[in-house]
């Protein structure tokens, strides 16, 4: 028999040389000893201990076996597992709640009350034991504020009570002239006291300040923050101010809370209009205290030593005026590899200009010609020589730069650099030479040229073929279905790319056409059917005595619907209703496709619209014509009053009868 030191049952238990093992699982499981083998401390082999479930635990399986056994040094598996128990759920308790953080053994319900009530007596949280939750409901009364405290120099607006409810305000104010600091009101709080603190009175006045007037508190009062009723003060102007009124009052007196007016009030002091300088002049911003002057020289001209600018003081315009010299340039500076045209000089005056020369075969960066600017110097930059070569490109040849040189934009004299033919192209000459060297400022001349890849010609599909722009790289196989067969899916242009077509043949099924649409008063004339074969044929017929306008027949298309467009059921066209008018021509009602209609407007009337319409699929064609009543302004012009058209008739009788008689008189005298 093993004797241990000690035995900790934490999980599984595990005997080893010095000590008894207890392996983790146990923890979990939330049982100990039963009481028999608590104090047994070793165990022989075959022994057997069980164990129960912790205090406020209860078994997962009430059936679980609650013994291990010793074999040699290990025990068996302990088949029982705890779990903690419940307490259910607290119920809200009057004017009140719980704030709960579970309802299992061990967990805890603070009780809390509703707003306006509070605890009677000490706050008890209650947890959950092994035979329930502990302790029992508090009891939540109505929150009570005893009267609010007195304060010195003021009192409450109305008389205090001896007790008040929750939220209930009270008011303070202050004795006459004093001021009130803090909450005039305060209101009975959740904890029975009156929030927030009580206010103070105060009579005096805070440190007095009239910034619009520019002036500040004489030195004697400045560090002075408040001062008692009846304390006077003394202001004067701000540096570099004077009195607007030079007689004004500069005293203010403190009367209760407030401070009486102020008289003084002050502006800027003015320095005066500065003159221009020899060869320069100022730009002011003004000339009262505070104010600025700039000095400018004039053109050729510069400062003498470093440039101030003045400000307007208390007694007037600080500093002196500047100098204004002639602007004198020093020589211009030398560049590498280039030289000035003209003999440098020890000085140059204001716009005098250098010119500069790069030595042969080298390239000017920059601007040649310098003036002498302003400021003593010569302007722009001087520029720099180079014997370089910009990155060269020769894109009508189809090549580009290999890739260490692309990021390269200028090489030096002397320099190679590679070409390679660009994305699906060959090189025309597989032997042609693909670099090309900087000599100065010019590359050699490229050898490799580079055209486009084949990708040869596609194959007819089955039942399709393709349309080609082309078979080089960059061109397009556009599918083709032949006639009575449709692509399936989405049609997909191939393109010719790098390493040949991309994409694949697609497929074309033959072309299926749904039941074709039904018509008003109408029908087809055999059953429909689910689907159609290209070219199949249907049969349309109207509603007995109706006419059919357009196909009777219908053939499956090409891309899988029936055309042309269905016919329709025509049952004639609707009476017409012209007023003011008579039929003249054509059948009386009904009326039929192609029966015709002739109008006439009664006297008095006259015809707006065509006076012959026939009938048509889609109605009256043109539409139905009108008669309405004739104006003043269409008679004036084509009627004569009454009287007129009698003197015209016998006018013209006498006419007839003379021209008659003219006649007989003739005939007479050739008879003769």
Known sequence: MYRAPFLYFAGDLQITKSTLVIQSSFASRNVVLTAEYLSTQSFSDGSTVTFECMTGHRPVNSGASKSVTCQGTQWTNLELRCTRKSCGSLQDFLNGRYEMTGNLFGDTAKPVCNKGYMLAGKET?????????????????????????????????????????????????????????????????E?????????????????????????ILTAEYLSTQSFPDGSTVTFECMTGHRPVNSGASKSVTCQGTQWTNLELSC???????????????????????????????????????????????????????????????????????????????????????????????????????????????????????????????????????????????????????????????????????????????????????????SCG????????????????????????CNKGYMLAGKET??????????????????VKCSPPLAIENGELVEV?????????????????????????????????????????????????????????????????????????????????GEAYIVCRANGWDPEEPSCNGKTDENTKGSSFPTWAIVVICVVLGIVVAVVSLVYVNYRKKRSL
Request: proline fraction near 8%; glycine fraction near 8%; charge should be negative.
């Open 493 to 510: 242009t191939r393109t010719c790319r790098d390493g040949g077509w991309d994409g694949r043949d697609p497929v074309c099924e033959p």
């Open 191 to 215: 904890d029975g006291t009156f929030k927030p603190d009580p206010p103070k009175c105060f009579a005096e006045c805070t440190q007095p300040s009239f910034a619009s007037r520019n002036v």
């Open 528 to 608: 429909p059917l689910e689907s159609y074969d290209y070219l199949d044929a249907v049969s349309y017929r109207c509603n007995p005595g109706l006419n059919l306008i357009g196909q009777s027949t219908l053939h499956c298309s090409e891309d899988g619907t029936f055309k042309p467009d269905p016919p329709k059921c025509f049952d004639g066209c609707p009476t017409p209703t012209v007023t003011n008018a008579k039929r003249i021509g054509g059948k009386s009602p009904p009326y039929k496709l192609g029966n015709f209609i002739q109008y006439k407007c009664e006297d008095g009337y006259e015809m707006k």
């Open 457 to 480: 010609s596609l194959q007819d599909f089955l039942n399709g073929r393709y349309e080609m722009s082309g078979n080089l790289f960059g061109d397009t196989a556009k599918p083709v």
């Open 125 to 189: 949280t209650r947890t959950c034991r092994d035979q329930g939750w502990d302790g029992r409901d508090p009891a939540c009364e109505s929150v009570k504020c005893s009267a609010p405290p007195a304060i010195e120099h003021g009192q409450l607006e109305n008389v205090p009570l001896e007790s008040y409810a929750y939220s209930d305000a009270v008011s303070y104010k202050c004795n006459p002239g004093l001021n009130l600091i803090g909450q005039s009101t305060l209101h009975c709080s």
């Open 267 to 453: 502006t800027r002091k003015s320095c005066g209009s500065l003159q221009d300088i020899v060869n320069g002049r100022y730009e002011m911003t003004g000339n009262l205290f505070g104010d600025t002057a700039k000095p400018v020289c004039n053109k050729g001209y510069m400062l003498a030593g470093k440039e101030t600018t003045r400000t307007c003081r208390d007694q007037g315009w600080d500093g002196r005026d500047p100098v204004c010299e002639p602007v004198k340039c020093s020589p211009p500076p030398v560049i590498e590899h280039g030289y000035l045209e003209d003999e440098p000089l020890e000085s140059y005056a204001y716009s005098d200009a250098v010119t500069y020369t790069c030595n042969p075969g080298l390239n000017l960066i920059g601007q040649s010609t310098l003036y002498c600017s302003e400021d003593g110097t010569f302007k722009p930059d001087p520029p720099t020589c180079f014997a370089e070569c910009t990155q060269p490109s020769f894109a009508s040849r189809n090549v580009i730069l290999t890739a260490e040189y692309l990021s390269t934009q200028r090489f030096s004299d002397g320099s190679t650099v590679t070409f390679e033919c660009m994305t699906g192209h060959r090189p025309v000459n597989s032997g042609a030479s693909k670099s090309v060297t900087c000599q100065g400022t010019q590359w050699t001349n490229l050898e490799l040229s580079c055209t486009r890849k």
